[in-house]
């Protein structure tokens, strides 16, 4: 069959859950068997998110293919098991930047270069490109921002053109929107999403399907008022009730039709919906956990959207293990020697977080130590690990000046130090060790074992300064090992200490890789020494 296109727009407020409809409609097309992939389109003008300040926006996903993306991409992989890459995030400034580059080797051919056609072509082209290197059966685009939002006109016109393009049988449009309740008046309205949908059409955009956020159940006769009075078949305005756990969303989706919906909108007969077996196993685990396993989070940003993909990867981990994860955020900042003990008090586990830079990074250490001299399952992740890595050079080394490059370039002892391929680099964005590499794991650790005693794996990376490996035989003579190497660089991409019970950093994101269905092993591993360890307490 000919590639079809779905479009994921949203109005009247951001952060309403576009990515995850997109994730879960993509997860239900999937299920019936269509091969699909989704992709964000956003309309800052940064050419990725890499140089984004978190509380921004949110987590930095990174592609295998080494591509610093939206957080939506993280959703996407997560609900359907796909591997995104970077032709599935593009932003404005990536659009511009493109065409830019054109004109400047003078493939126009002298013409006046404007926003149309030549902005919204590329943006067409874009849109397209992924199902012209592999066939897909759907191809589902979520627009970021909100319309009405002046940088997401571009867009809007380039969805126009195409729904034009390609026909009603090949381009659809899902458009979600917010229905509030006024607590004063006791009363659901639904004249925010009627706005919505006139600005929508106002760019030439009629939307054959409506998704209504609410926070209450929408009735029969609201649902008949916003189809009248927006054009749209009443049995396609569906509501999207805030729900326990973003995965109960893709089976509240099916409950309602929307996949099948589409289909028939995109002249397809849909079968009987297909049971979601191992998703609904996956619920009813979720469900039935009733003990909580407490996590803490030792990090700098205090916004969940920051380590969102932790979150989750613990949460899988999690219900696998039977527990429900409630993960506390520590801040770095506050952390002293004379008050760790009270703030990682009543916590079955660490987790180090990953960023960047100065700011609490003593705290980070400070958290290593204590976990690491009362045996507390820890786990550091990227900067978490190499604050580990700091820590037990300080006070097990004795280097009482060891540190990062990152954080002191006068060091001696600069256990962690600026990779060499990165000592010429002077720009910022997309120039890190970015994406999936190789890593030999070392036959009889814990890692190893972790992984089910799999010799070799990929990972994704993001990341500038490494593990210095002149110190490497000292670190190993007094009880922290290598345990995972790149084969080709030589880099310590894991360390250890084999005598706790699990103290594990590793330089990689494995958050990027845990998905509903297949959680990461090291955190499953981690959650069962959680556990283990708990039960002893």
């Not at 700091?390 to 001696?412: H, I, P, W």
């Not at 009880?479 to 950093?505: K, Q």
């Not at 845990?514 to 090291?522: A, D, Q």
């Amino acid at each position: 069959m000919e590639t079809k296109y779905i479009f994921i727009t949203g109005g009247v407020t951001s952060s309403l859950g576009k990515g995850i409809i997109s994730a879960s409609l993509g997860k239900l097309l999937q299920s019936r068997g269509f091969k699909i992939t989704i992709q964000k389109f956003d309309p800052y003008i940064n050419i990725d998110p890499g140089t984004l300040n978190p509380y921004e926006h949110g987590e930095c996903y990174v592609t295998a293919d080494g591509q610093e993306t939206d957080l939506d991409l993280g959703h996407y992989e997560r609900f359907t098991g796909i591997r995104t890459t970077r032709d599935n995030s593009i932003t404005t400034g990536r659009i511009y930047l493109s065409v830019i580059e054109r004109e400047r080797k003078g493939d126009y051919l002298g013409k006046t270069i404007q926003v149309v056609p030549h902005i919204t072509d590329e943006i067409k082209r874009r849109i397209l490109l992924n199902a012209t290197k592999e066939h897909f059966d759907f191809v589902i685009t979520e627009i970021g921002g909100t319309i009405g939002d002046i940088e997401s006109q571009p867009f809007l016109e380039a969805i126009r053109q195409l729904r034009w393009e390609l026909g009603s049988q090949r381009a659809l449009n899902v458009h979600l929107t917010y229905v509030p309740y006024l607590a004063a008046a006791g009363e659901l309205k639904t004249k925010p999403t009627q706005t919505s949908v006139k600005q929508l059409q106002g760019f030439g955009i009629q939307p054959e399907v409506l998704v209504l956020r609410t926070e209450h159940t929408l009735s029969d006769e609201i649902r008949a008022k916003v189809a009248h009075f927006c054009n749209v078949d009443v049995d396609a305005v569906i509501q999207s009730q805030d729900l326990p756990s973003i995965y109960e969303v893709p089976v509240n989706m099916q409950r309602q039709g929307l996949d099948a919906i589409c289909l028939k909108k995109m002249g397809m007969e849909p079968l009987e919906a297909p049971e979601l077996g191992p998703w609904l196993d996956f619920l009813k685990r979720r469900q039935q956990a009733k003990e909580i396993l407490h996590i803490g989070l030792v990090g700098k940003y205090n916004l969940q959207d920051a380590y969102k993909s932790i979150l989750e990867s613990l949460a899988h981990a999690g219900t696998y293990n039977d527990r429900k994860v409630k993960a506390t955020f520590i801040n770095s900042e506050e952390i002293t020697e004379e008050n760790v003990a009270g703030k990682l008090s009543g916590l079955a586990g660490i987790v180090i977080c990953p960023g960047f830079g100065q700011r609490g990074i003593e705290g980070k250490i400070i958290a290593a130590k204590h976990t690491r001299t009362h045996d507390i399952p820890t786990f550091g992740i990227c900067l978490g690990m190499q604050m580990m890595v700091v820590e037990f050079a300080r006070n097990v080394l004795g280097y009482a000046d060891a540190n990062s490059s990152e954080m002191n370039a006068q060091t001696k002892h600069n256990v962690i130090d600026l990779m060499e391929d990165q000592k010429s680099i002077t720009q910022m964005g997309g120039t890190m060790r970015l994406g999936a590499y190789g890593c030999r794991i070392i036959p009889g650790s814990r890692t190893w074992d972790a992984y089910g005693e799999k010799e070799f794996i990929e990972e994704r990376h993001r990341h500038r300064y490494e593990f210095n490996n002149s110190f490497l035989e000292e670190f190993e003579q007094h009880g922290m090992r290598g345990v995972g190497i790149n084969p080709d660089a030589h880099l310590i991409e894991i360390v250890e200490i084999p005598t706790l019970s699990w103290y594990i950093g590793t330089q990689f994101h494995p958050e990027y890789s845990s998905t509903v269905l297949r959680p990461h092993p090291l955190f499953m591993s981690f959650i069962k020494a959680c556990i283990h360890g708990n039960s002893k307490a």
